[in-house]
């Protein structure tokens, strides 16, 4: 019994109560503050992924289904908008990466790969909405939500950069 109490203990007699005490012992006020941010902090990160999940998840499938080509060309407001919209394929083909990206984005596990899926049309809305459009805030909210989320999930981030190939 000696070796499992401890050198402290081994003369006393409360020495089972002392260890219950320290394993068992309500948690204070310090650990309970700790406890309480770690689950608000990943409650917000929680929220973050999947709000932007479902923003752009639900514009790329509503640009399925509202798909018209000459509506957009009729309501752009740019010369750059009617362009594209003249393509007739590049609405389709950004619905289809804001629809992948965002149930990607939806499961942590693939949430890379979202992030990775939307990381070009992020960059292009905020470019477009900072030359083109002057909505500035619209831009960085959307830039700064994908660079955050981003530093959130650098791990799963990391083997795109640190890819190494064995030889055999």
Partial sequence: MRGLIGAADAGRDDAP????RLFCAPLNSTVRRDLTMHKAQRFAWVAAR???AAWYFGVGVLGFFTNNQAKDIANATTDLERVMAQTGFLNPL????RSVGG???FLRPSAPLGLVVLAPLVIIIFCFHIFITKDYWWGA???GLLIALSWHFREGLKPL???SRSES
Wanted: with cysteine; glycine share 0%.
């Fill in 94 to 97: 950004l619905c289809l990466c």
């Fill in 50 to 52: 999947v709000i932007f």
């Fill in 161 to 163: 950069w640190n890819y």
């Fill in 103 to 105: 149930a990607a984005l």
């Fill in 141 to 143: 909210l959307n830039l």
């Fill in 17 to 20: 109560a002392s260890i219950s």
